[in-house]
């Protein structure tokens, strides 16, 4: 095992690189932060490049870091290791693992969640792991969406980046190679004249799209599925959060 | 309508501690920023002490700002403005109000969301938000939530404060006194022995609690419920986000 005492140590320079795209892309490697995320990722064989932790996380997570090779395991001292958390009150153990292929194409597709342009990262996270706990089997980032390997898609996530397939297409091929397999596709649309979600007949496997924050599902989607559902407001409120909205849907279809 | 172009002006100096508890606290007010949260506490009558804007905001926000009496409004030096605003890019105008009271009982409790010790400000006030497009009455409080005036819980809850009742309680009396009017209270547990929410038959009037992000409901909360419900979680996921779980059981209920 490794000692860093040193912030200006060229692994912990790297490190903090990782916070921006840029880096991760170029080095195909992200950061996860946090006993319960690198629990996941260890359950989840993902590809460890580095096991960060301290003194007191040695002892503290032993049982975690023991099935980590010990020569990717680094010892910093602890105001180095606050210096690279993106958390107030850090958990002492961190892991930089290699980035998963978000390229592939799977020809399993069952229920799918599919994101268009949904910026904030915390609703990415969070849509990721309530499709996971809904037992969908993918889900399928468009154009803008938040990168899932920055720290706020990630805490949000809750590792559910090992349960669930993710994806990157173009929605305009996607949607369509898909109805051509018989999937029905669905919309979502903050409009009285969609369909009510509460009268769709659903089968065993579909596609939901759920839009951008302040824009919806973009109009070039819309006009490519099968139909466009919507779920009634009962009270004032304009509309809910959208990651609430999936939520709804992905439970009750 | 007064001008400010110093940062160190008295007014501008309160503002900014209405970011601290404390301060709304003593002051009985908290400040709302941006068009639509503005929007919604002119439309929901809120008490208005200050409006404040920039030279271009009183432009762009016209129609929105002359239905405010004039001797409350503050024209502020753009730099001025963006020293107070929590924004990265602010939409130029914001609102100084009065806090509403949390302290009334009222007595036409229908259906009604109870948070307790939920300490996350974007949680918090996305479950108000959820359970006004839900169309539920009343939203309490219990001990240990998140300040419902700070910028986080504003911003998640896009005025809604103004659509449905809140009220601050203690759970441990405020369940009972419920009970003894008839009304059944339904607590939330990630526990599969507990009862599936789906088979629940529901009336026109109940209370469903949710819980702490990592505690849940706590364990004296749990013990006064009716029946205490789970959501089935069907993938690989531990848990849902509290949000999210609050959102599937409002719409479903």
Same mark, same amino acid.
């Given at each position: 095992?490794?000692?860093?005492?040193?912030?200006?140590?060229?692994?912990?320079?790297?490190?903090?690189?990782? =916070?921006?795209?840029?880096?991760?892309?170029?080095?195909?490697?992200?950061? %996860?932060?946090?006993?319960?995320?690198?629990?996941?990722?260890?359950?989840?064989?993902?590809?460890?490049?580095?096991?960060? $932790? $301290?003194?007191?996380?040695?002892?503290?997570?032993?049982?975690?870091?023991?099935? +980590?090779?010990? @020569?990717?395991? /680094?010892?910093?001292?602890?105001?180095?290791?606050?210096? !690279?958390?993106?958390?107030?009150?850090?958990?002492? !153990?961190?892991?930089?693992?290699?980035?998963?292929?978000?390229?592939?194409?799977?020809?399993?597709?069952?229920?799918? *969640?599919? *994101? &268009?342009?949904?910026? &904030?990262?915390?609703?990415?996270?969070?849509?990721?792991? $309530?499709?996971?706990?809904?037992?969908?089997?993918?889900?399928?980032?468009?154009?803008?969406?938040?990168? !899932?390997?920055?720290?706020?898609?990630? /805490?949000?996530?809750?590792?559910?980046?090992?349960?669930?397939?993710?994806?990157?297409?173009? %929605?305009?091929?996607?949607?369509? #190679?898909?109805? $051509?397999?018989?999937?029905?596709?669905?919309?979502?649309?903050?409009?009285?004249?969609?369909? &009510?979600? /509460?009268?769709?007949?659903?089968?065993?496997?579909?596609?939901?799209?759920?839009?951008?924050?302040?824009?919806? +599902?973009?109009? #070039?989607? *819309?006009?490519?599925? @099968?139909?466009?559902?919507?779920?009634?407001?009962?009270?004032?409120?304009?509309?809910?959060?959208?990651?609430? =909205?999936?939520?709804?849907?992905?439970?009750?279809?």
């Amino acid at each position: 095992m490794e000692y860093i005492t040193s912030a200006k140590n060229q692994l912990v320079k790297n490190i903090k690189k990782l =916070a921006k795209k840029k880096y991760r892309d170029e080095l195909n490697q992200y950061v %996860l932060e946090g006993e319960h995320l690198v629990e996941e990722a260890l359950k989840g064989g993902a590809d460890f490049v580095y096991l960060l $932790t $301290t003194d007191g996380g040695l002892i503290a997570y032993r049982e975690l870091i023991q099935h +980590v090779d010990e @020569d990717k395991i /680094r010892v910093l001292a602890s105001h180095v290791f606050e210096g !690279i958390s993106e958390i107030p009150t850090p958990q002492k !153990i961190m892991a930089v693992v290699k980035k998963q292929n978000l390229n592939s194409q799977n020809q399993s597709y069952r229920k799918i *969640l599919i *994101l &268009d342009n949904v910026q &904030d990262p915390g609703n990415v996270g969070t849509m990721i792991r $309530t499709a996971d706990a809904a037992g969908f089997s993918h889900v399928i980032l468009g154009l803008g969406c938040a990168d !899932i390997y920055q720290g706020k898609v990630l /805490r949000a996530m809750q590792g559910s980046q090992y349960h669930i397939a993710i994806e990157e297409h173009n %929605l305009l091929t996607f949607i369509p #190679e898909q109805q $051509t397999n018989k999937m029905k596709i669905y919309g979502t649309e903050l409009n009285k004249d969609a369909f &009510d979600y /509460r009268h769709i007949e659903m089968s065993d496997s579909f596609g939901i799209i759920l839009g951008n924050e302040g824009q919806g +599902v973009s109009k #070039e989607v *819309l006009a490519l599925t @099968d139909a466009n559902l919507y779920i009634p407001i009962l009270g004032q409120a304009e509309s809910l959060n959208v990651a609430i =909205a999936a939520g709804i849907l992905m439970f009750s279809l």
